[in-house]
């Protein structure tokens, strides 16, 4: 029978990572490492996404640096790979920043708070999350304009309270950290809002919203016209998105199947979303169940490969880019969207999950002042749940430790990069010629063998 590595034996391997990269090691950035710029590398990454999108995406990213920040995974996967890293590889969301967390409800219908957008997710070293969450902290703050110590200490809090449950999950019962839920959502400021606002989203809420009444008597209600953020589809695009329903049932557990069959749909329509999306095609359903007042709307969201994917290797068991985001999910959350699943248009991959159903993300401003410290403390925790259900707890305890030393170094790291992304935001403001401005968001391993990206790029085929 072949040695199962004891608890005491993943932690020392864990250690032993320490001779491949040394904590303190992880302050390090080195911009003259760059193999791209990074104009190159958002312009590539826009190749085969709907082109009359591709201003509204550079006008999101040129709001602020954070808005840059949320649209250029590209560029710092690419900066991250140039790094030594520890080789401790995780399931990651890699896009870990702090308005990728927020409030939904969960199949049994509580509100729940964890990370909810795993676009970028993939089997990468572990601690590309923590810079990317950490950096995100950083310019947060600035975006406030709160001090450095306050966003250094933001970072440090992150950081301690990441540790400390990695530790905690590394001495549970495996299947009690499968179990293990946060009960402290309510005392979390910005958390609390976030709740409240996703209370609010009822999908009578998301119907008000997105739909208007039909013109013609013999009609139900359709969605409304809101070029370019959200138009209804020609009839040669409904009868492609609809017929993808079929694949996508059968990613579906059989109970989940039942409860969807019992909806009819009404309407299709494009949807423009976030900041890194905008570009892919998303394609929104309106379907109706036991009469007007039981809605439910699914998004059916175009997933190119992760930003990470040249850099790692494409991982050849989830050819499926919309599988891989539903694996990863599935993996990081405590508990995710019933609805979760996946299919092809026109030899596209998407993701398809529930539209705006009791969610809600965070608002910078409600980082304001306390707010910044409470969020960190609550980011480590659930980073570190996540980590720790979809990896070893037991390895990533023994390479932490239990001193300053990791932490200390991606204070420095989080505090270069977000100096690096101001940069290139300027740069960016520069070649597209645009005004400076700081408004709030709009909100809509070793490094082995190089792989391209799934082309992308409002139309059906």
Not at 74 to 97: S, W
Not at 294 to 319: H, M, N, V, W
Not at 426 to 449: G, M, N, Q, W
């Amino acid at each position: 029978m072949s040695h199962f590595p004891t608890a005491q034996e993943r932690r020392a391997l864990g250690r032993a990572r320490r001779k491949q990269l040394a904590r303190q090691e992880h302050a390090l950035w080195k911009p003259e490492a760059r193999r791209r710029a990074p104009i190159d590398l958002l312009q590539e990454s826009m190749r085969g996404r709907v082109p009359q999108l591709a201003t509204l995406k550079y006008e999101r990213m040129l709001e602020s640096p954070f808005g840059y920040f949320r649209g250029a995974v590209p560029v710092m996967a690419a900066d991250l790979a140039t790094l030594p890293n520890t080789g401790i590889v995780n399931q990651i969301c890699g896009d870990a920043h702090v308005r990728n967390l927020g409030a939904f409800a969960a199949p049994d219908g509580r509100l729940v708070f964890d990370i909810n957008d795993f676009d970028e997710t993939i089997r990468a070293p572990f601690e590309w999350d923590l810079k990317r969450l950490a950096t995100s902290l950083t310019l947060a703050g600035r975006f406030l304009a709160i001090k450095k110590s306050d966003c250094e200490s933001a970072v440090l809090t992150f950081m301690e309270r990441y540790r400390k449950f990695i530790d905690t999950f590394a001495r549970m019962p495996v299947i009690e950290i499968a179990r293990y839920q946060v009960h402290r959502l309510q005392r979390i400021n910005p958390v609390s809002k976030a709740l409240l606002k996703a209370e609010r989203a009822t999908p009578q809420h998301n119907l008000d919203q997105l739909t208007t009444p039909a013109n013609a008597p013999v009609e139900k209600r359709r969605f409304k016209e809101q070029p370019p953020l959200l138009s209804r589809v020609n009839a040669a695009q409904r009868r492609a998105v609809l017929a993808s329903l079929a694949e996508y049932n059968l990613t579906l557990q059989p109970e989940r199947r039942h409860f969807l069959a019992q909806y009819f749909p009404l309407d299709v329509a494009f949807k423009v979303v976030g900041t890194g999306s905008v570009g892919l095609r998303d394609y929104v359903v309106y379907f109706e169940g036991n009469g007007p007042e039981d809605p439910l709307f699914l998004q059916i969201k175009e997933q190119p490969s992760s930003g990470y994917a040249p850099y790692i290797g494409a991982d050849a068991t989830t050819p499926h880019q919309g599988q891989r985001v539903v694996n990863g999910q599935r993996a990081m959350q405590f508990q995710s969207d019933p609805f979760l699943g996946w299919t092809t248009i026109a030899n596209r991959h998407y993701l398809v999950r529930q539209l705006n159903d009791h969610k809600a993300s965070i608002e910078l401003e409600d980082l304001a002042g306390e707010g910044l410290n409470e969020y960190a403390e609550m980011c480590g925790e659930l980073l570190a749940r996540g980590h720790a259900r979809s990896g070893d707890a037991c390895v990533l305890a023994g390479y932490l430790g239990t001193g300053p030393n990791f932490a200390d170094a991606l204070v420095q790291f989080a505090d270069a990069y977000a100096d690096q992304t101001e940069k290139d935001w300027e740069e960016l403001k520069i070649s597209r010629k645009a005004p400076a401005t700081r408004r709030p968001v709009v909100e809509t391993k070793p490094v082995k063998k190089q792989v391209s990206r799934r082309s992308t790029g409002q139309q059906v085929g």
